[in-house]
């Protein structure tokens, strides 16, 4: 009653008959296939994700490649544009800090966006690289335009104008008020003295 009883044959059946029903014979354990057939479609997704990445940085450099008759033409002491491909997760052509071409969820669409403090612009957005080629010379103007304007409205080195010449008019005016200020008190103070 309280010893150990013996196993017996019937007792160790169903155990075999448990590992036989998991490992057939020529058939793999269904976690190994379904590793394997995970791995292969995860190496199909990413080989379709570069094939994607290397069509997308084709389409940049033929977008490039159409952008330097424009960039030719920038003279060279304007240093305001630095035309480059960055190739990370999402392969962008940069125009300049804040202005980049990278393509849309369609692979086959161009969108020009320009980065702002309030978020990202859309410029343009064409399947037609000749249309992208368009609005990136109407930016280059713009932005050529702008850096005219800033250089005309800025003083010439050594003149005292604009800024710092009204800066220096108020300074003359805050010491004038605090001297006249000063001479008035005294003038209170020695008449105050005087009457009393």
């Known amino acids: 009653m309280w010893g150990r009883s013996k196993r017996t044959g019937s007792a160790a059946k169903p155990a075999s008959a448990k590992s036989e029903i998991l490992e057939e014979p020529g058939r793999a354990p269904r976690l190994k296939e379904a ?4 791995r292969l479609e995860n ?6 994700v570069v094939d994607l ?3 997308e940085l084709t389409r940049l450099e033929i977008l490039s490649e159409a ?4 960039f030719a033409d920038i003279p060279a002491e304007i240093e ?3 035309r480059a491909i ?4 999402t392969p962008r052509l940069w125009i300049d800090a804040v202005a980049h071409v990278m393509m849309g969820r369609d692979t086959r669409v161009y969108r020009f966006l320009l980065d702002t403090r309030y978020g990202r612009k859309i410029l343009a957005e064409s399947s037609d690289a000749n249309e992208i080629v368009d609005a990136v010379t109407r930016y280059v103007a713009r932005r050529m335009i702008e850096r005219e304007r800033a250089l005309a409205d800025a003083p010439m080195p050594g003149s005292i104008e604009g800024p710092a010449r009204r800066s220096g008019w108020r300074t003359f005016r805050r010491v004038l008020w605090w001297t006249v200020g000063i001479f008035a008190a005294l003038y209170i103070a020695v008449w ?3 009457n009393y």
């Open 35 to 38: 590793m394997r057939s995970a």
């Open 43 to 48: 190496a199909e997704r990413s080989s379709v």
């Open 53 to 55: 990445r290397d069509a």
């Open 67 to 70: 952008l330097d008759p424009l």
């Open 80 to 82: 305001l544009f630095d």
């Open 86 to 89: 960055s190739k990370g997760d």
């Open 192 to 194: 105050y003295l005087a």
